[in-house]
């Protein structure tokens, strides 16, 4: 059981957006920043946003990230074949770092 | 740029113990910017924390393995390492190690699958 809150899976057509969702806490996200990470299959996860909104270089503007109280959403837009993925949020939790269960993108 | 590399026994018998190192090329991990992290994937599921250690040494781990855990640093190898006692088939995972920079993971290494059985 992840301490933070995603949906299993989401799907869109090439083209189209796709949103996912990260709950928490007011001891978790609500205090902290946020970050996302995307995991290609088989290979380690990637730094795909931090600081709840903050691309780092090389990543598209078509990916973003807002945080409202205990919540969290990554949003891509013009979505790609290449962007299947799974997606992690991420954050801490006082000293301890905690993370999602992980969203299984699929791109139809 | 920075490269982390994870090395260590790909087997491990249960209740023995899960030995594995990073090493850190690109970069100084005596540079007091980054703490270094671990974090495990057991197979089909999401990304567990395991703790983090500092250049000076000094650690922090997820209190639900904190008892089993030890994170160590050499700095004149350039390396971290990450200690896993009395393990079970439950600590079957691929393992990162990761450069954590306030407080969020910017580099991780490839990983490497750690199996736990007899």
């Known amino acids: 059981q992840s301490v933070l809150t995603q949906p299993p899976s989401v799907s869109a057509a090439p083209g189209q957006k796709v949103t996912i969702s990260c709950s928490g806490s007011?001891?978790?996200?609500?205090?902290?920043?946020v970050s996302w990470y995307q995991q290609l299959p088989g290979t380690a996860p990637k730094l795909l946003i931090y600081?709840?909104?903050k691309r780092p270089s090389g990543i598209p503007d078509r990916f973003s990230g807002s945080k409202s109280g205990t919540s969290a959403t990554l949003g891509i837009t013009g979505l790609q074949t290449g962007d299947e993925a799974d997606y992690y949020c991420?954050?801490?939790?006082?000293?301890?770092?905690?993370f999602g269960g992980g969203t299984k993108l699929t791109v139809l | 740029q920075v490269q982390l590399q994870e090395s260590g026994p790909g087997l491990v018998k249960p209740s023995q113990t899960l030995s594995l190192t990073c090493t850190v090329s690109g970069g100084s991990i005596s540079s007091g910017d980054y703490y270094w992290s671990w974090i495990r994937q057991p197979p089909g599921k999401g990304l567990e924390w395991i703790g983090y250690?500092?250049?000076?040494?000094?650690?922090y781990y997820n209190p639900s393995l904190k008892s089993r855990v030890t994170i160590s640093v050499d700095t004149s190898k350039n390396q971290f390492s990450l200690k896993l006692s009395s393990v079970t088939a439950a600590d079957t995972a691929v393992y990162y190690c990761?450069?954590?920079?306030?407080?969020?993971?910017?580099?991780w290494g490839q990983g490497t699958l750690v199996t736990v059985s007899s």
């Open positions: 991420g954050t801490w939790d006082s000293s301890l770092a905690v």
């Open positions: 600081d709840n909104n």
């Open positions: 007011s001891s978790n996200i609500g205090n902290n920043y």
């Open positions: 990761a450069r954590d920079f306030l407080r969020l993971f910017d580099y």
């Open positions: 250690i500092y250049y000076s040494g000094s650690t």
